[in-house]
C-alpha cells in the first residue's frame, strides 16, 4: 500500500545530528522540510524556518521538473527533512534523493529537533 514510500534505486540518505541542523538552518546553510501532514502541524506546531511540504505533495513541490516546485528549494542547497518519528522522513529523503537534490538528510522526528534546541512555531 505505501509502495510509494520505497523508492527503488540507491538514493542514499544520510542521518544529521540535530544541534548540526538547528545551527545551519538559523545560518540558512539548510533547508528544512517538515513533512507531516497539516493535522500533525495544527497539534503540535512545526520547527521555525521550517517549509511546509506534506508527504502526499512531496512529488508535486520539490521535483525540479514539477511547474509547482517551490521556489525556495534548489538542488544544490543541503536539504533536511523531518515527520514525527524519522520513518516518513527518510522516505521522503531518499525520494529528494532520486530527484537529483544533491545533499539529503533525515533530521528524525520534530521532537529531535526541539531536543536541540531548536524553536517550534504554532501553524
Known amino acids: 500500500m505505501f509502495n510509494f514510500l520505497r523508492p527503488s534505486g540507491g538514493a542514499q540518505v544520510q542521518r544529521i545530528n540535530a544541534k548540526d541542523a538547528v545551527a545551519q538552518v538559523a545560518a540558512g546553510e539548510l533547508t528544512l522540510i517538515d513533512v507531516r501532514d497539516g493535522m500533525e502541524l495544527r497539534a503540535s506546531g512545526k520547527a521555525v524556518g521550517a517549509l511546509h511540504v506534506p508527504m502526499m505533495s512531496l512529488k508535486m513541490k520539490c521535483d525540479p521538473s514539477s511547474p509547482e516546485c517551490l521556489k525556495?528549494?534548489?538542488?544544490?542547497?543541503?536539504?533536511?527533512?523531518?515527520?514525527?518519528s524519522g520513518g516518513r522522513s527518510h522516505g521522503a529523503a531518499q525520494m529528494l534523493a532520486q530527484m537529483g537534490y544533491q545533499t539529503v538528510y533525515n533530521l528524525g522526528g520534530l521532537y529531535d529537533w526541539h531536543a536541540a534546541g531548536g524553536a517550534i512555531e504554532r501553524a
Do not use: G, T
Not at 525556495?72 to 514525527?84: I, N
Open 72 to 84: 525556495e528549494l534548489s538542488l544544490e542547497k543541503p536539504v533536511a527533512l523531518y515527520c514525527a
